[in-house]
């Protein structure tokens, strides 16, 4: 959660945006995005959902480099009618959410350094746009997409926006689908990250359960390192569904006082996908 000022910064919209300005990136930023894009659109295939490789397609441009946010919204816009802005770093909640109920997703316009290839705090734009934008191409996700911030608007006015936002981090950001008898990624902090990508699927650190809307908004997250625990869709139809017709207003009562859960927690009613060994997280947080 953002606690931060509402007040835009110097040279922002009130809503936050600003020009992305895609001439003022040098050669060595456009060498960055082409380095990122080509490390994981070559490992992605059979590791992500066969939707989002579909929609990598609409990210590849007329100019080289780094998407122009103008000829790709154009696109997407056609597709499922959202577009893509640019905003300095982390916006508020409620205009994120407010950008999100009006189909406008929020990137980030800079790009990350290569001392930061791996691992940065706030998302720049080869997270935002390769890890957010396929999917938004894809119809039952860009509706889901919209529906989280409506939600997140309602969530608000309610006191629940930390409930919802771990909604938020085990779809949007950390999700996996189930296909078949397999998992595949969807989740745009998963498909974004080289390190992850393999991690999630393959490790045997990590538990992998199946997804329950009550149950996950119960569980803290870390913002800081791989997760110990994903959460298995069984569709986007699914996820869209439940997110819909739940009406969440006494699922946040229902919840008021229940403890939280740790990242790692096993509960006797989870659908177990993997039970992690947490070896990858013990050897990094011994206490
Ligand atoms: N701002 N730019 C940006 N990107 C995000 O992903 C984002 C944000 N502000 C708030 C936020 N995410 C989350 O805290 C909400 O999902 C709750
Ligand atoms: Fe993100």
């Known amino acids: 959660m953002t606690h931060i000022h509402e007040r835009p910064p110097e040279g922002a919209a009130a ?165 078949g008898d397999d998992l595949r990624l969807y989740g745009a902090g998963i498909v974004s990250s080289h390190g992850e990508s393999i991690f999630a699927l393959d490790d045997p650190s990590p538990n992998r359960l199946g997804f329950d809307l009550k149950r996950l908004m119960r569980t803290k997250y870390r913002i800081d390192d791989y997760q110990q625990s994903y959460f298995v869709i069984d569709s986007f139809e699914d996820l869209l569904r439940q997110t819909v017709e739940t009406d969440f207003a006494p699922l946040y009562h229902a919840l008021e006082g229940a403890p939280d859960l740790e990242v790692d927690t096993i509960l006797p009613e989870d659908r177990i996908y993997t039970l992690g060994t947490q070896a990858y997280a013990r050897g990094r947080f011994t206490k």
């Open 15 to 179: 809503d936050w945006t600003i020009p992305q300005d895609w001439s003022a990136y040098t050669p060595r930023d456009h060498a960055m995005w082409d380095r990122l894009f080509a490390r994981q659109a070559a490992m992605l295939p059979g590791r992500a959902v066969p939707e989002f490789m579909e929609g990598l397609d609409i990210l590849r441009m007329t100019k080289p480099g780094i998407p122009d946010f103008t000829e790709l919204s154009d696109r997407l816009m056609q597709r499922t009618g959202w577009q893509v802005v640019a905003v300095p770093g982390l916006v508020p909640d409620r205009l994120f959410f407010e950008h999100l109920a009006n189909r406008r997703f929020v990137a980030g316009r800079f790009i990350r350094t290569p001392e930061q290839l791996d691992y940065l705090e706030e998302p720049d734009v080869f997270h935002d746009v390769f890890g957010h934008v396929p999917l938004l191409a894809h119809p039952v996700f860009a509706d889901y997409m919209q529906a989280y911030g409506e939600g997140g608007l309602r969530a608000e006015r309610m006191g629940a926006i930390d409930r919802l936002a771990r909604l938020y981090w085990y779809t949007v950001e950390f999700g996996l689908i189930r296909q």
